[in-house]
């Protein structure tokens, strides 16, 4: 059975390359605002992230499943590592929005406790494309252990984006 699921796996796999979505990549930088809601905590916030060019799933509008990786700052020494997935959907020619999630490590520093080390990402943005690779845009993220700790406090944080496509 093992051996029949591997099997099915790569297949998978490899049909898969030929819906490689075809976009460039995109690396973002963000700056904000940490513990807008519920804002007992705020600092300013540094955000860089970096979503890959091949995804899996182009369909139209629907760019694809993307892997995303990234990382987040704050002023109150806090910071937060992840890895997860993005599914870029073009609104117009040159608007899109990204919705994405993951799973990451948060350090706390003097910043908000979230619970623990372990953490889910959240993320909704909507960018414009200017020009020949250049964006700007707004996001929102949300990070949270989903009750996998005891305390589940989460927070949000709010940015100011600007990318860069890179092929």
């Not at 704050?74 to 929005?97: H, M, Q, S």
Request: aromatic share 10%.
């Amino acid at each position: 059975m093992r051996k029949t699921w591997c099997a099915a796996f790569a297949a998978v796999l490899l049909l898969s390359r030929a819906t490689l979505a075809a976009d460039p990549g995109v690396l973002m930088a963000g700056v904000g605002m940490y513990d807008i809601i519920p804002n007992d905590n705020r600092s300013a916030a540094l955000h860089v992230q970096y979503r890959f060019a091949d995804g899996f799933g182009e369909a139209g509008a629907f760019r694809g499943l993307k892997p995303l990786t990234g990382g987040m700052v704050n002023t109150d020494k806090g910071a937060f590592g992840f890895a997860g997935f993005a599914t870029p959907i073009r609104l117009t020619r040159t608007v899109e929005l990204e919705p994405s999630a993951g799973v990451g490590a948060h350090h706390k520093g003097d910043s908000t406790f979230l619970g623990g080390t372990f953490q889910f990402h959240l993320g909704l943005g909507v960018s414009r494309r200017f020009g020949d690779g250049f964006r700007l845009g707004v996001d929102l993220t949300h990070i949270s252990n989903a009750r996998i700790h005891k305390k589940n406090r989460g927070t949000n944080i709010l940015l100011a984006t600007f990318g860069w496509e890179i092929r």
